[in-house]
């Protein structure tokens, strides 16, 4: 490992030098200290810490895949793998003119269903607010839910998306990656969805590896 | 359990439609047992301890053997108590607190195999009679849920009761007096408890937490040595008919012949 790039634990110090403190670390006088277990990195004139665990922390436009918990009469509560609840409004199903009266949530949308939304406004002193009006969002009517670390979502995609066309196209499925951890996989061929689940569970295993795409390709190759 | 979760829909659909075509999502045999995996002796301090992993339930359970009162109508009999406990590690849905009424219920369904099984030989564990006896406490604790702790508690408690050393008390001027050496505890059998679940009209044994969120209804059967049935809890809403039960039983006596074997191994030679 490069020595840009670390192993660190929290209180460790990164780095000294004249950089500002992104994503989980502190800045003390001139320390800059890690706050979480993960891979230090400095880019751009920022140190920041690829956490290589834990929860999912909202972020404003991450798309997300939430599985409905409850509804109140204006909106539905969607688990999203995170310590927050996704808030989706009635409004964005229903339309402007939605009437709590005359609506009933549960008719389009029900507890254990699996929706591809994005986050439409989200700070840590409320919960997040989702939205499904855009492109490619809603409800999930097919595939299975794979639940892995949202710290390896970044590894799972990879470059310009290289990992996960290449899983799609080698095992013949489609995958909708949420931010959060959460992989809805659907493929109209059993053994397909079998090989896209096993690729993802290996990316999550080995998410620290080089050249992680071409082990996948391999072992999906060996497969075949 | 004291597990909250919300079975995503298409999963249920998925577990459903696999049962249908005779398969379970984890490619299990519809009978057939996740692997066990049985450490003992890992809590140095207790009398008796086991860890065991039931795919990927794990639960220890730590043996604690002391004098203490009888119950005041079995006078001449040993006391043993089992109790359960989810820790929040477990699960992300688990919380500290005093149990809820399911993890009371595994505590009793665990207690029950064992004490209506007459595994440990109570009669035995007479210091003075009416005066005082010995008790044996088995304390369960789930470290990771991943469905069916009835089970996983069942064999921990019973692989630690099977591996645990007992001190010696005589009856003295002042009360119990402890006395030098040890000595396994006094069994007779080896209960085995085999959980069952109903999901619409197939019976599976060993639930994983994803069919444990799905199931109608579940039987826990519990048969000793010889293969008799010694104990049964049955849970959910669904209900069983004649003939599942007898499913049931032949499946719960089936299972436990293996299972015993495994049970067994931990015993010292």
């Known amino acids: ?224 | 359990m004291t597990v909250f979760t919300t079975m995503d829909e298409l999963k249920r659909n998925r577990i459903m439609d696999l049962l249908q075509e005779g398969k379970r999502i984890d490619g299990r045999a519809l009978d057939e047992y996740r692997s066990i995996t049985i450490d003992t002796g890992v809590v140095p301090k207790a009398n008796g301890s086991a860890r065991v992993r039931l795919g990927d339930s794990e639960v220890i359970c730590g043996i604690k053997i002391q004098p203490d009162r009888p119950f005041s109508d079995v006078g001449e009999k040993g006391i043993f108590i089992c109790t359960a406990e989810l820790l929040p590690l477990s699960h992300p849905t688990v919380e500290t607190g005093p149990p809820n009424e399911s993890v009371i219920e595994l505590a009793r369904v665990v207690d029950r195999g064992i004490r209506e099984s007459h595994m440990i030989d109570l009669t035995q564990l007479v210091i003075k009679k009416d005066e005082s006896v010995v008790g044996v406490f088995a304390d369960n604790v789930v470290l990771d849920y991943d469905g069916n702790l009835f089970d996983a508690c069942s064999y921990a408690a019973t692989s630690a009761i099977l591996t645990a050393q007992m001190p010696r008390w005589e009856y003295g001027d002042n009360g119990p007096e402890l006395q030098e050496g040890l000595e396994p505890l006094p069994t007779t059998t080896l209960p085995v408890s085999v959980t069952m679940a109903k999901i619409g009209s197939h019976i599976i044994a060993d639930p994983n937490s994803d069919e444990w969120d799905c199931m109608d209804a579940r039987i826990t059967i519990t048969t000793n040595s010889e293969g008799n049935i010694c104990a049964l809890q049955k849970g959910g809403k669904g209900g069983f008919t004649v003939d599942e039960l007898a499913t049931c039983g032949e499946i719960a006596i089936n299972s436990s012949n293996k299972i015993r074997d495994i049970l067994q191994a931990v015993v010292p030679k």
């Open chain 1, 1 to 224: 490992m490069s020595e840009k790039r670390k192993h660190v634990i929290p209180g460790d110090v990164v780095t000294t030098g004249p950089y500002r403190a992104d994503q989980n670390t502190v800045l003390d006088g001139r320390l800059i200290i890690s706050t979480t277990v993960g891979v230090s990195e400095i880019a751009d004139g920022a140190v920041r810490v690829i956490p290589l665990t834990g929860m999912y922390m909202p972020r404003i436009d991450d798309m997300v895949v939430g599985k409905v918990t409850t509804h109140t009469s204006l909106a539905w509560e969607l688990d999203i793998n995170s310590c927050y609840v996704g808030f989706l409004p009635a409004t964005d199903v229903f339309g402007r003119d939605f009437s709590a009266r005359s609506d009933e949530l549960n008719t389009r949308l029900k507890r254990g269903d699996l929706v591809a939304a994005r986050i439409a406004n989200s700070d840590r002193s409320r919960d997040p607010l989702l939205t499904i009006v855009d492109r490619d969002l809603g409800k999930i009517d097919s595939g299975e839910l794979i639940e892995i670390s949202s710290s390896k979502i970044p590894r799972l995609i990879g470059k310009r998306g290289t990992m996960i066309q290449m899983i799609e196209s080698q095992t013949d499925s489609m995958i909708t990656v949420g931010q959060n951890g959460w992989v809805v996989a659907s493929s109209e061929d059993s053994n397909g969805l079998i090989k896209a689940k096993k690729a993802i569970r290996m990316v999550e295993r080995m998410a620290h590896m080089h050249n992680l795409t071409d082990k996948v390709r391999k072992m999906l190759e060996a497969e075949k």
